[in-house]
């Protein structure tokens, strides 16, 4: 049984309880009532003899009073029943909004984590550069369909994870975007990938010539990225070795100031000096 059924059970019974006491407190009553008092009873009317004339006396007609409306016992109790089962569901509505209100999670604002830009691959420029020269050459379709396959080969040499409902295609390009890059050329390789390997249509030159450009700024723009790169890198090693280079002399040189000061004056030889 559900929470919510466990609830409506423990509300219900609370409900029947309570109606149980109610009615064993109570006297037993009839369920149709009488009056309490007799209703009036007519006098008969004397008639008068035949052989007399007399005046036509009008009839007279009683209505009995009513007695005045007591509800019955059995609608007081049901009434009463009634309520405490509305105050039971209330209570209990209430403890429900006070517990959630207890476990509410709090909420905790994390950070965003810094996130390193990978070195570019070496062998993601090589393929690229090698697709490019293939892409100049052979059937338009099957040289598109190598080159697209071939970046996604080498997009998992940089060790990013692949999410769980990431296509390959997604997934390159997400990889490749991690670097400053063209992202209307990249998608429009990854377009012309697609087109070319599920479509049934035949692919021209013009495609060829989409391919080619689309790849010659993607390496450009890779290229660009690893110089960077590489020059960062060669600044922060310089940076270090200089840094050690430093601390090395500071050390040579206050180990030379150490020696100067322990030696004796000039001119005077130890304790013969006067």
């Known amino acids: 049984m559900s929470r919510r059924g466990v ?13 149980l006491v109610v009615a064993s407190t109570g006297t037993p009553v009839p369920l149709l009532v009488r009056p309490s008092a007799p209703l009036p009873t007519i006098p008969p009317v004397p008639t008068a003899p035949t052989s ?3 005046d036509t006396v009008p009839s007279l007609t009683i209505t009995p ?3 005045p409306f007591e509800p019955s016992p059995i609608l007081v109790a049901f009434v009463q029943i009634l309520l405490v089962g509305t105050v039971l569901v209330l ?24 996130f390193t ?3 570019v691959p070496a062998e993601l420029l090589e393929a690229a550069r090698e697709r490019l020269r293939d892409l100049e050459s ?15 080969g080498s997009a998992a040499a940089t060790g990013l994870p692949r999410l769980p409902a990431e296509t390959s295609t997604e997934y390159t390009a997400r990889v490749i975007t991690v670097w400053a890059v063209d992202r209307e050329r990249l ?17 021209g030159e013009e495609h060829r010539a989409r391919a080619i450009g689309d790849l010659r700024v993607l390496i450009a723009d890779l290229e660009r990225v690893a110089d960077e790169q590489a020059r960062a ?27 100067r000061s322990s030696a004796p004056p000039a001119g005077r030889s130890g304790p013969e000096a006067r």
């Open 91 to 114: 209570l209990l509505a209430l403890v429900r909004l006070l517990v959630a209100l207890a476990r509410r999670p709090h909420l905790t604002v994390h950070e965003e984590p810094t």
């Open 65 to 67: 009073t009513p007695a």
């Open 233 to 259: 890198h060669a600044a922060e090693a310089g940076a270090q070795a200089g840094a050690r280079v430093g601390g090395q002399a500071g050390a040579r040189v206050g180990g030379q100031v150490g020696v």
């Open 117 to 119: 830009v990978p070195l």
């Open 187 to 203: 998608a429009d390789l990854a377009a012309l990938y697609r087109e070319a390997r599920f479509s049934m249509h035949s692919l």
């Open 7 to 19: 609830q409506l059970t423990i509300a219900a019974g609370a409900v029947v309880m309570a109606a």
């Open 52 to 54: 007399v004339v007399t």
């Open 138 to 152: 052979g059937e338009p379709r099957n040289a598109i369909v190598a080159a697209w396959l071939d970046l996604e």
